[in-house]
């Protein structure tokens, strides 16, 4: 598991002088301190870096809060900042887009030809009856084409929201079903292993259950024989050949606060909670916070692994790289296929300048050992990213000495769906202590703090807020705003602060050190996953009653989900059913979604307004003291 023990952390890396000379931003200080007391003031200023169709009246409007609105009385377009503004210049023929698939097939797009293919995608998405402000559903594999996809979307002014490929039917079903999707964009399938994975035969039993989809477009991709339902499914090259997807297509012209996109990702109950996040706001802080932190330069290769299925992958695959007119690697494929040593490889091959993973990626390939690495000359490589978990300091320093040669910072970055951007992470100058995300970005005031939200004294745990609005933030929960409201503000009086629902202590020298969720949500291998969603996925099997998840320690993944189950009346539980309730919740959820084990129980602690205590659970299994247990009901 993540040690953040601050004891641990006596070592300071400094940056190179090299580093320094480079910087993006030579200096943190000052120019933190400015950002704080003229927020407004150094968000404008950083808003002046993107082409508007009409500048804002008012930078902040926190007339309604916790509705904050950014940037109000503007016309604006992320797609204008990411596509159209670099068709004027020499970007125009630079690469977008460099693609690679397991199998080693290579594709890449310049910003010229990315701009024909998401126009001639908008363009069928229209011809289609995609209006503004429409959410159109997407569940595709990691090609090229869920990039243009989203893309396509945003330019006509349509929201996108993107499901994870790993998720199933019902995970599915469920995020068409609050969003109200008519469109589902899918593909016929990926490739993971070498192995074909099926994806339309996993959105044709979504569609079964969704009665508000009418047009499905399919992607071909794998090349999997899949079922077509005529007058519903397209396939998009059929769709593409027709006059009507032209490869001009005007962007429209939005309202800064008009919605870009919805993400779903898990909370404290089973239904998954779609972030809305709004064009303009979004954009000024992800290209703000891309720049600043890992020093792109227009001749940089950037390469984030992540999936665009994630928020990591909306904001620092797709949206900011592109708004910063850098060149994306892009791959689709297991990070260790058909070796080790496939990402270091593709490293090399492309000349990647700045690289950003997960801590359970590190950690999976450091188990490998350093010899895969060293095959490989990694010395374009300038600065690395750390996202989704604590880091662990091994996994650190492995990363910082083997991958980055002792001379790329680790820019640690903390943030989440919610946030949009990062929100605490070190400027390449900053300073770092293996395992702390250090400083907040400008403009932010973060803190930590007693239930009463008082802040507590360094070196305390508690819980993590920050105190104030910040361009990037989700707007609401899609449909429903006093969740938002009540989730994430107002416990603490008349302090205005955003709940993150981590824990965290911050060190004498103000550096953050984030420990782990408080509340009902799981990382496993950096997935945001809710304990809520796998329970109710294990109690939807037949044989069992009531269950219980939680999350243990695990080597690689971060944490392991364990599970426990009340069997119905008469059930006995053995290795069989044991296997096969871990592969039900796959099915109902996703493979990553998987518990390591089920144990069969004949109770499960619970407090007495019937909670069931997940810390409880978690002490136990670790043999530790399982704490106050006043409220327990037995
Ligand atoms: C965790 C991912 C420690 C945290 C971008 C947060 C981190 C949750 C870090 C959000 C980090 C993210 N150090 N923990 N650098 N980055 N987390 O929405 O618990 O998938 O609340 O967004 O990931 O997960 P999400």
Redesign the pocket.
């Given at each position: 598991m993540?040690d953040n023990s601050i004891e641990k952390s006596s070592e300071i890396y400094h940056p190179s002088a090299e580093v320094v000379a480079n910087a993006n931003v030579p200096e943190y200080e000052q120019l933190y301190q400015y950002s704080c007391e003229n927020r407004e003031q150094f968000w404008a200023e950083q808003a002046d870096h993107l082409r508007w169709y009409k500048k804002w009246d008012k930078v902040l409007d926190d007339s309604n809060k916790p509705f904050y609105k950014w940037f109000t009385g503007a016309n604006f377009n992320i797609v204008h900042n990411a596509i159209d503004r670099h068709l004027e210049d020499a970007t125009r023929n630079k690469l977008a887009i460099i693609w690679e698939s397991e199998a080693g097939a290579v594709r890449s797009f310049s910003y010229h030809a990315l701009n024909r293919e998401v126009s001639k995608f908008a363009n069928t998405l229209k011809s289609m009856g995609v209006k503004k402000g429409e959410v159109v559903t997407i569940y595709m594999p990691q090609v090229p084409e869920l990039v243009f996809a989203m893309l396509a979307c945003a330019k006509i002014g349509a929201v996108h929201s993107v499901v994870y490929g790993g998720f199933s039917y019902e995970a599915l079903a469920a995020r068409i079903e609050d969003a109200h999707s008519r469109v589902l964009i899918t593909a016929d399938g990926g490739f993971r292993r070498g192995k074909p994975i099926d994806l339309k035969s996993i959105a044709n039993e979504a569609m079964k259950r969704s009665p508000t989809i009418e047009v499905c477009i399919t992607v071909r991709n794998n090349g999997l024989d899949v079922e077509m339902e005529s007058e519903r499914d397209f396939w998009y090259h059929d769709l593409q050949s027709l006059p009507v997807a032209s490869n001009k297509c005007e962007t429209e012209v939005l309202d800064s606060e008009d919605p870009l996109f919805i993400l779903y990702?898990s909370g404290t109950t089973g239904k998954p909670k779609g972030m809305l996040h709004t064009h303009a706001g979004y954009a000024v802080y992800t290209s703000t916070t891309h720049r600043c932190l890992f020093d792109v330069k227009p001749e940089d290769r950037w390469w984030c692994a992540a999936d665009p299925g994630?928020?990591?992958g909306h904001s620092y695959l797709v949206y900011s790289p592109l708004i910063n007119g850098a060149t994306i690697v892009m791959y689709e494929g297991a990070p260790n296929y058909p070796y080790p040593n496939r990402l270091w490889q593709m490293v090399e091959k492309y000349g990647v300048n700045l690289f950003y993973t997960s801590p359970t990626a590190i950690r999976g390939l450091m188990r490998f050992g350093e010899r895969w690495p060293q095959r490989h000359d990694l010395s374009s490589l300038r600065i690395l990213g750390?996202?989704?978990?604590?880091?662990n300091p091994e996994a650190w320093k492995w990363y910082y000495e083997v991958i980055g040669d002792s001379k790329c910072p680790i820019i640690?970055?903390?943030?989440?769906?919610?946030t949009g951007g990062v929100m605490?992470?070190p400027l390449p100058i900053t300073p770092l202590k293996p395992g702390s995300?250090t400083k907040p970005f400008f403009g932010n005031e973060v803190a930590v703090v007693d239930d009463e939200g008082n802040e507590v004294p360094a070196g305390e745990e508690g819980k993590l807020v920050i105190k104030n609005p910040w361009p990037g933030m989700a707007r609401t929960i899609y449909g429903d705003d006093e969740r938002y409201a009540s989730l994430y503000w107002g416990d603490y009086g008349d302090k205005e602060y955003y709940k993150?629902?981590?824990s965290a202590k911050v060190d004498e020298d103000g550096y953050v050190w984030?420990i782990?969720?408080m509340d009902e949500?799981l990382?496993v291998s950096?997935?945001?996953l809710g304990t809520a969603e796998i329970e109710s996925a294990l109690v939807s099997h037949q044989a069992v009653s009531e269950a219980a998840a939680i999350g243990l320690p695990h080597e690689v993944k971060g944490n392991a989900i364990h599970t426990y189950a009340i069997l119905r009346d008469g059930l006995v539980g053995d290795k069989a059913l044991e296997q096969e309730l871990k592969e039900h919740v796959a099915k109902e959820l996703g493979k990553i979604a998987q518990p390591e084990d089920v144990q069969f129980v004949e109770s499960l602690p619970k407090t007495r307004s019937g909670k069931i205590m997940r810390r409880v659970l978690r002490a136990r299994a670790l043999g530790q003291d399982e704490g106050d247990l006043s409220t327990l009901e037995e």
């Open positions: 993540a990702t994630w928020i990591t750390s996202v989704g978990e604590p880091i640690d970055t903390w943030w989440q769906t919610e605490i992470a995300c993150a629902g981590d984030v782990g969720r949500v990382k950096g997935y945001r």
